[in-house]
């Protein structure tokens, strides 16, 4: 199984809710992204959890909170998001130290 | 810091015809990985290069490893629609990482109607 998948597709949300985003993996991956991508542009690392230990911040506003409950699963947790903040939100898997990551299909948010 | 610089930005191509996409970063590589994105799609690993001077296959796809490690190139021959789609590179820092990419602007192939 080389899948992530990821929920919801879309999520349109206004600037004073809390939503969570959700990504899993079964393919025995230890290391686990969050990335962001504007429309055209390439992807920009948010976080990186490793053995499910936070390992990466990238100075992400903290409207922003990463959870990874055990190794297969990542959460995205919004709120008090700005419209900025729209943009397609994707989460990626990879063996520790293994540079090829797999990526899911990605949720399109759109923050009004 | 280091940059991946990728070029070109688009390249319009008749079905048929080749296509080629070329990275140069700013310091030297420990290797380089090539991903392609489909419209409305999401970033699929294609194949990572190590060895300097690497040349690796794919049916119509052939990726090149330059010889002083900082730059790539992706080439495809006889461009069909699947082609379609925009392809980055991405090589990672030269600090001690095992997680951080450092990505090319990506450059889009589009096929002329």
């Known amino acids: 199984d080389t899948e992530v998948t990821q929920t919801p597709k879309h999520l349109v949300m206004g600037m004073t809710n809390k939503k969570s985003l959700k990504c899993e993996q079964?393919?025995?991956?230890?290391?686990?992204?969050?990335y962001k991508q504007k429309a055209?542009?390439?992807?920009?690392?948010?976080?990186?959890?490793?053995?499910?230990?936070?390992?990466?911040?990238?100075s992400v506003?903290?409207?922003?909170?990463?959870?990874?409950?055990?190794?297969?699963l990542l959460n995205l947790h919004l709120h008090a998001l700005q419209p900025e903040d729209s943009?397609?939100?994707l989460c990626a898997s990879s063996q520790v130290g293994a540079r090829e990551q797999y990526f899911g299909p990605g949720t399109r948010l759109t923050v009004t | 810091g280091q940059?991946?610089?990728?070029?070109?930005?688009?390249?319009?191509v008749q079905e048929g015809e080749d296509f080629t996409t070329y990275c140069n970063s700013s310091t030297t590589l420990s290797n380089i990985q090539w991903y392609k994105q489909r419209p409305g799609g999401h970033p699929v690993f294609l194949i990572q290069l190590v060895k300097s001077g690497e040349v690796k296959k794919q049916k119509r796809l052939t990726f090149q490893f330059g010889e002083a490690k900082k730059n790539s190139s992706l080439h495809i021959t006889a461009t069909q629609t699947t082609d379609v789609g925009t392809y980055f590179c991405a090589g990672p820092p030269p600090m001690d990482?095992?997680?951080?990419?450092?990505?090319?602007?990506?450059?889009?192939?589009?096929?002329?109607?």
């Open chain 1, 61 to 72: 506003p903290s409207r922003f909170s990463p959870e990874c409950p055990n190794s297969s």
């Open chain 1, 40 to 58: 055209k542009k390439p992807p920009e690392l948010m976080f990186v959890y490793s053995y499910e230990k936070l390992s990466i911040n990238e």
């Open chain 1, 26 to 34: 079964h393919m025995g991956h230890r290391a686990m992204y969050w």
């Open chain 2, 97 to 113: 990482s095992n997680y951080q990419l450092i990505w090319g602007a990506g450059t889009k192939l589009i096929i002329k109607p």
């Open chain 2, 3 to 12: 940059q991946v610089m990728q070029i070109p930005q688009y390249q319009h």
């Open chain 1, 87 to 89: 943009a397609l939100y």
